[in-house]
C-alpha cells in the first residue's frame, strides 16, 4: 500500500516523497486511514516505527480540509515536543499550518495556532494562568501516555482533560499497555480502534527513511568542530572543573581552553 492509498492529500505526500519516504510502515498503514475518518484511536506502537508520522501526517490534511482546527498534543517532554514540532515543520511544506510547541511557561502561545504542542505540567500552568485557552479542543493527542506515566504527569494529565470538550477527536499512543493508565484512558476514549504494532517492526521505520544530505552534513560540520575543540581543550582546567563541578556540572567549553580569558580582555 501506498500513501495515497491511505487517504491523504497530494500536498502532504509531496513533501513526505521529497523528504525521501516512499512507503508508510505498519503503524502509518493501519492509523492513518481511522484518523483520517474521525475515529477514536488507541494504538501500542514501540519507538522507532513511524508513530509521530502516523498522526501528523493525517492531521496537517485534516487541518487544511477543515480549517480551523484546534489541535492538542501532549507529549511526556520538552524534548518529545520539540521532535513533534520538527515533524510539523518539514511535512507543512505545501500547507500553511500554524503551530506552537510549549517549552516553558514565559512562552507566548498564538492565539492563531491550529496546533500546541507541550507536556501536562506546562500546558496546565499556562491553562491555569489563562495563557492558553484549551476549551475549544477538536482534537487530542496522547503520545506517550505510558512515558507520561513514568515522568509522574498522570494527575496533571487528568486536569488538561477536565478543561477539554467531552465531544472531540482522541488519539492515544502508548509503548506498551499498563494498569495504571487503564482508568484515565477509558475517561479519554470512546469506542476507539485499536491497534497494536509488533515489536519486530520497531527498527522499521528508521531503515525506512533516508537521512537527507543536509543533516548529514550538519552531522558532519559538528562532529569536526567537536574534533577541534577537543584538540585544544586545556587537561588541567578540564579535571578542575571535574572535580569541583563548577557551573552545576556543566563548565562553558570556552573556560576550559587554557589562554582564551586572557586574550578576550
Known amino acids: 500500500m501506498n500513501f495515497s492509498e491511505l487517504g ?59 480549517g480551523a482546527q484546534n489541535i492538542l498534543i501532549i ?4 524534548e518529545q515536543s520539540v521532535a513533534v514540532s520538527d515533524r510539523f515543520s518539514v511535512f507543512n511544506k505545501y500547507h500553511e499550518i500554524n ?25 496546565l500552568e499556562l491553562a491555569e494562568s489563562s495563557k492558553v485557552d484549551l476549551s475549544s479542543t477538536n482534537i487530542l493527542v496522547v503520545d506517550d501516555i505510558n512515558l507520561i506515566k513514568k515522568n509522574k504527569q498522570l494527575d496533571n494529565l487528568e486536569k488538561i482533560l477536565e478543561m477539554l470538550p467531552a465531544e472531540k477527536q482522541n488519539i492515544v499512543y ?10 484515565i484512558l477509558e475517561k479519554i476514549l470512546k469506542a476507539p480502534e485499536e491497534i497494536k504494532v509488533d515489536k519486530a517492526k520497531e527498527q522499521e521505520a528508521k531503515m525506512n527513511a533516508p537521512q537527507p544530505a543536509e543533516k548529514n552534513k550538519k552531522e558532519k560540520t559538528r562532529n569536526a568542530k567537536k574534533q577541534v575543540l577537543n584538540d585544544v581543550l586545556d587537561k588541567e582546567s578540564v579535571e578542575l572543573a571535574k572535580k569541583h563541578k563548577n557551573f ?11 589562554g582564551i580569558l586572557a586574550e578576550d580582555k
Open 8 to 66: 491523504l492529500s497530494g500536498q502532504t505526500i509531496q513533501a513526505i516523497e521529497e523528504f525521501g519516504i516512499s512507503e508508510p510502515t505498519t503503524v502509518q498503514n493501519d492509523v492513518i486511514p481511522s484518523i483520517l475518518q474521525g475515529k477514536d484511536v488507541f494504538t501500542i506502537a514501540p519507538q522507532g516505527c513511524g508513530k509521530t508520522t502516523s498522526y501528523v501526517f493525517p492531521l496537517l490534511d485534516i487541518i487544511s480540509a477543515k
Open 75 to 78: 507529549t511526556p517532554n520538552s
Open 99 to 123: 503551530e506552537a510547541t510549549v517549552q516553558d511557561t514565559e512562552e507566548e502561545i498564538s492565539k492563531e495556532a491550529n496546533v500546541i504542542i507541550g507536556s501536562p505540567d506546562l500546558l
Open 174 to 183: 502508548t509503548n506498551r499497555r499498563s494498569k495504571e493508565t487503564q482508568s
Open 248 to 258: 552545576n556540572g556543566k563548565t562553558p567549553e570556552f573556560l576550559l581552553i587554557k
